[in-house]
């Protein structure tokens, strides 16, 4: 398996998080984040670019870091870990655009009230990324073996994903759903931002807040299948926290740049399940052929492209 060593030292460590720390806050206090509003599509390319921008350049000055600190092989090979990596977030993290569609249509929320609710799902998904990709780095160093699991849950679940592609979850079936709704003081109708309000001085949640907690609780899944699926380019702890926060982080302008066009890409899903597939096997394999992280790059930008492509040309003639 890849027992790469971690490049990431402690200043390291702590630069990123005070950028990611700077961006939020800017995200909540400066560029609108607290004033109610419907992103636009405009907005949301701006956006997007910008945090694929900031990951490339990331990347790039990592390489360069690295490339004097530790020499150029290291270099080239963490710079094409982040960049697999990152790809691979970023391409799983579209799954998580078609359930927020779902989450935000079954409840009807309006879309200058959508930004706000996902603002705080993207703090959330930080914390909970975090905290399991240090898990996982800790399981996998000292139990080697799991990588195998990993990788037999992989394969499961991407067959699964083939098989459900064009199914969608009943949000009434929801178990965290029914639990909230059996347990707290749910409110009726929308109020606007607020998650709680106080009617004859008793609080309730607002429907708003089920949302956030569907949100929530949706990121805990696809978790579950990314951060497993990242340990199998790289082992290294700092290689997959980044990129796995550079894709989260990016994640809610993309779900705003493709809200409107998500049912042109409806065949992107099967390509997501053929990398997840891919990557599971990967992992299976590795004790008798290592696949070289610059193919497994190849190979997913193949299957996420053509899904894409085939999702357009399938889709045109309903545009047209």
């Known amino acids: 398996m890849n027992n790469s060593i971690s490049i990431g030292e402690p200043w390291m460590w702590a630069a990123f998080i005070a950028f990611v720390l700077v961006m939020l806050a800017l995200d909540l206090f400066v560029f609108g984040g ?85 603002i705080y799902g993207v703090l959330g998904a930080i914390v909970l990324r975090a905290v399991m990709i240090l898990a996982g780095a800790w399981v996998v160093r000292e139990f080697s073996w799991v990588l195998y699991l990993f990788g037999f849950f992989l394969v499961v679940t991407g067959m699964r994903m083939l098989v459900m592609a064009e199914k969608e979850p009943d949000m009434t079936k929801n178990p965290v759903l029914k639990f909230a709704r059996r347990h707290l003081r749910i409110s009726e109708g929308h109020h606007g931002e607020k998650f709680t309000v106080t009617k004859d001085g008793v609080r309730y949640f607002t429907p708003l807040f089920l949302v956030l907690v569907l949100i929530e609780t ?56 053929m990398v997840l597939t891919f990557i599971g096997a990967k992992m299976l394999i590795a004790p008798w052929y290592h696949v070289p992280v610059a193919a497994s790059l190849a190979i997913v930008a193949v299957l996420i492209g053509a899904s894409v492509a085939a999702s357009l040309i399938a889709t045109r003639k309903e545009v047209a």
Do not use: C
């Not at 945090?51 to 710079?79: H, M, Q, T």
């Not at 579950?224 to 997959?240: L, M, W």
């Open 34 to 118: 607290r004033k109610a509003h419907k992103v636009s599509v405009r907005e949301a390319a701006v956006w997007s670019l910008v945090w694929v921008s900031l990951a490339l350049l990331f990347n790039a000055g990592l390489w360069w870091y690295l490339s004097g600190s530790a020499g150029p092989e290291i270099a080239d090979r963490k710079a094409l870990e982040f960049l697999t990596g990152y790809l691979i977030e970023k391409s799983l993290s579209v799954d998580n655009v078609f359930i927020f569609l779902l989450i935000f249509s079954s409840f009807h929320v309006s879309a200058e009230y959508q930004r706000r609710v996902l």
């Open 218 to 273: 949706s990121d805990v899944v696809f978790a579950v299948d990314s951060i497993p699926a990242i340990f199998a380019i790289t082992t290294d702890p700092f290689i997959v926290f980044t990129s796995n926060i550079f894709a989260i982080m990016g994640l809610r302008a993309l779900y705003f740049l493709l809200a409107d066009v998500a049912d042109r890409f409806h065949l992107l899903k099967y390509g997501l399940a």
